[in-house]
């Protein structure tokens, strides 16, 4: 009996085709795009163990400075003073491989700039939105330094006490999303439509 071939890891092309298959599914098909980061993760990870790759699920805290005006940083984090909203907690989750954190969700920063601005009225200018993020952990700044410096700069924090509540309480993957997900993968052209784009081409 011989084991399933396992694909050899190419990393910048496997995570460059990962990312695309994520953001087509949801693009054309998530229900919250801006605050889906559990179910990019999470596929994603399935993905990364079909090519035998071991990742870790992560949670807590994350910043981003998109632009280098003084308004252009995107928080999934608690700042001092910020009032609790009762049955929300702000956070965010990636991946971990060895030394190195995937975040697989900075495409949606123009979007999450977006949906910002309407509820805050203010105006933020997007010049940073990588396709994703795939860095050494020794790479990410202080919350201090992306809030204060230059575009580009991004902070991620672990909170295992975040990260409990939040694995505890998901839903286990839906096997359509990950095969879907997984034949995006295999099929750089392939175009998905789904809720999303019908919603659009009917408005």
Same mark, same amino acid.
């Given at each position: 009996?011989?084991?399933?071939?396992?694909?050899? #890891?190419?990393?910048?092309?496997?995570?460059?085709?990962?990312?695309? /298959?994520?953001?087509? !599914?949801?693009? /054309?098909?998530?229900?919250? !795009?801006?605050?889906?980061?559990?179910?990019?993760?999470?596929?994603?990870?399935?993905?990364?163990?079909?090519?035998?790759?071991?990742?870790?699920?992560?949670?807590?805290?994350? &910043?981003?400075?998109?632009?280098?005006?003084?308004?252009?940083?995107?928080?999934? &984090?608690?700042?001092?003073?910020?009032?609790?909203?009762?049955?929300?907690?702000?956070?965010?989750?990636?991946?971990? $491989?060895?030394?190195? !954190?995937? +975040? #697989?969700?900075?495409?949606?920063?123009?979007?999450?700039?977006?949906?910002?601005?309407?509820?805050?009225?203010?105006?933020?200018? $997007?010049?940073?939105?990588? +396709?994703? !993020?795939?860095?050494?952990?020794?790479?990410?700044?202080?919350?201090?330094?992306?809030i204060q410096?230059? /575009?580009? =700069?991004? #902070?991620?924090?672990?909170?295992?006490?975040?990260?409990?509540?939040?694995?505890?309480?998901?839903?286990?993957? +839906? +096997?359509?999303?990950?095969?879907?997900?997984?034949?995006?993968?295999?099929?750089?052209e392939l175009c998905v #439509?789904?809720?999303?784009? =019908?919603?659009?081409?009917?408005?």
């Amino acid at each position: 009996m011989t084991s399933r071939a396992i694909p050899k #890891f190419d990393k910048n092309n496997d995570l460059r085709r990962i990312s695309s /298959a994520l953001h087509r !599914l949801a693009i /054309a098909a998530s229900g919250n !795009l801006g605050s889906d980061c559990y179910i990019h993760a999470a596929i994603a990870q399935e993905m990364l163990n079909r090519l035998g790759v071991s990742s870790k699920l992560v949670a807590g805290y994350a &910043a981003w400075r998109v632009g280098n005006d003084d308004g252009d940083v995107i928080l999934h &984090a608690p700042l001092p003073n910020m009032p609790s909203q009762p049955g929300s907690v702000a956070y965010h989750m990636w991946l971990e $491989v060895n030394n190195h !954190l995937i +975040d #697989f969700t900075t495409y949606q920063l123009r979007h999450k700039a977006l949906q910002m601005d309407k509820l805050d009225g203010g105006t933020t200018t $997007v010049t940073w939105c990588p +396709d994703y !993020l795939a860095v050494p952990k020794k790479s990410v700044s202080s919350l201090r330094a992306v809030i204060q410096l230059r /575009a580009g =700069m991004y #902070f991620y924090k672990q909170d295992t006490a975040i990260e409990n509540i939040i694995l505890s309480a998901a839903r286990p993957l +839906d +096997d359509d999303d990950v095969n879907t997900a997984w034949l995006l993968y295999q099929n750089q052209e392939l175009c998905v #439509f789904g809720p999303n784009n =019908m919603y659009h081409d009917a408005g």
